[in-house]
């Protein structure tokens, strides 16, 4: 498999904002992040820009919003999995690799959902196609464009209250976590996901404390 730096890359801004993982014992829900192209984007050098919110990943976390791995776990057979052709197309909108194809070539993202899967993805407890077909599904139930829309929250290069953000995503999915890029743009948005990845949760109080945005977060343009 063809390795290219830019996914490299993407693996490395990957890593150090993933925090630290443990092993899955301790499995309590999952969390289902998401990020902001044009400010990722300013960490990697992307080749796609996607002009609405990418998944990040399914990340199974403890009670407190701990990543886990379980390295004994076989990585899922993404090629096999691939075969499907209409759950490629899925993956490939929803899950793409930004840095590593301009192109929409699903097969190309393979070494980032290998990276996603060992270092968040491992510790969960289901089998590998429910896992998938989870994150996608929830990916598609969940439109942050239009519930910040629906508050006046707008990318448009403004900057808004970050309690605004929170209202917003709060009134229709639960409490999320925010990540922001040097502190002030918005980078990635983590709604939290019941055990059986099934419903939108609150994120509790604790793992909310990893939110590392100021008062003020600007919303950047696609
Ligand atoms: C997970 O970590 C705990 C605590 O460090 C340890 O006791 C347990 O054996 C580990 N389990 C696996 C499957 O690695
Ligand atoms: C969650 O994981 C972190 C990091 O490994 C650990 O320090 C913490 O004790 C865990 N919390 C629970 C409730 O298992
Ligand atoms: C880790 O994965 C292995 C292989 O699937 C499994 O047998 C084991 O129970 C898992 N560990 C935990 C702590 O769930
Ligand atoms: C193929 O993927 C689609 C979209 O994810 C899914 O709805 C369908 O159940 C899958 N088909 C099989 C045979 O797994």
Sequence with gaps: MNITFFLYMVLFISCISSGAAQNNSGFDHF????????????QINCRRRPSDFVLHGLWPVNSTGHSLKNSSKDI????????????????????????????HDPFKHIGFW????????SG?????????????R???????????????IYPNGRSYWETGYID????VYGYPILKCYKGYLLKEVTICVDGQ???????????RRS?????????PPP
């Design 124 to 136: 969960q407890p289901y089998a590998d196609t429910y896992y998938l077909q989870a994150a996608i």
């Design 138 to 152: 929830l990916r598609k139930s969940v439109n942050l464009l239009r519930i910040l829309g629906n508050q006046g």
């Design 114 to 121: 290998t990276h996603e899967w060992e270092e968040h993805g």
């Design 197 to 207: 990845a099934r419903n939108l949760i609150s994120c509790n109080h604790e793992e």
């Design 211 to 219: 939110t590392n945005c100021r008062n003020i977060i600007t919303f």
């Design 31 to 42: 969390w289902l992040v998401q990020s902001w192209p044009p400010v990722y984007c300013q």
């Design 168 to 171: 917003a995503t709060k009134h």
């Design 76 to 103: 899922p057979n993404f090629y096999s999995l691939l075969r499907n052709h209409s759950f490629g197309m899925e993956m490939d909108e929803h899950w793409p690799s930004l840095g590593t194809t301009d192109g």
